[in-house]
């Protein structure tokens, strides 16, 4: 059974400063990885999502990584603002044939001015 | 696109009464997640379906809970009936595939807050 974690569960930072996100699988046979923010009480963005035969993913000041032999993946945050603050999730997708789903618990991120 | 659609923003039922959930997915989206999220449990897949059929559904914690996708715009979650456990927010999700083992990114709603008394 797919188990995923993520270190740390919460974190703050100065402003400014750029910071890595760790999450961690059990089951290497995945099609992809996705990372998430929420925001208190809203739903989930969709950040980066990475298929299993990619190693990176950049959008802006976030980067994403996944080395699926080891089962981890790293979001990368370059000069975190304070808008920036919310609850990041990744999401594994694996199964036979992809049908299941499993989410991390959130790294709580808060970036202080 | 307006995005994932999901009514109603928040409910609150008293225990034993029928809650029933909507969900209109974006359009051309051939994937629709019903997901559960729970301080106690994290964010938990429910059912999925693909192409208006329910592909999984070993998420659903009980008969009380179904979920219908009668057409390819729209999905229900229903609660019969409901419990204060069930209290939770329960969020829609959907994504299209490029066939090929190959899944894009799920898409999700701004959720439903069910409130059981």
Known sequence: K??????PAALSVPEGE??????SFTDSAIYNLQWFRQDPGKGLTSLLLIQSSQREQTSGRL???????????TLYIAASQPGDSATYLCAVRGGNYG??????????????? | DAG??????????????EVTLRCKPISGHDYLFWYRQTMMRGLEL?????????????????????AKMPNASFSTLKI?????????????????STGLGSYNE?????????TVL
């Open chain 2, 46 to 66: 429910l059912i999925y379906f693909n192409n208006n059929v329910p592909i999984d559904d070993s998420g659903m914690p009980e008969d009380r809970f179904s």
């Open chain 1, 18 to 23: 750029n910071l890595v996100l760790n999450c």
């Open chain 2, 106 to 114: 799920q898409f999700f709603g701004p959720g439903t807050r069910l």
């Open chain 2, 80 to 96: 019969q009936p409901s419990e204060p456990r069930d209290s939770a927010v329960y969020f829609c999700a959907s994504s299209h």
């Open chain 1, 2 to 7: 797919q188990e995923v974690t993520q270190i």
């Open chain 1, 63 to 73: 980067n994403a990584s996944l080395d699926k032999s080891s089962g981890r993946s």
């Open chain 2, 4 to 17: 994932v659609i999901q009514s109603p923003r928040h409910e609150v039922t008293e225990m034993g009464q």
């Open chain 1, 99 to 113: 049908q299941n789903f499993v989410f991390g618990p959130g790294t709580r991120l808060s970036v202080l001015p």
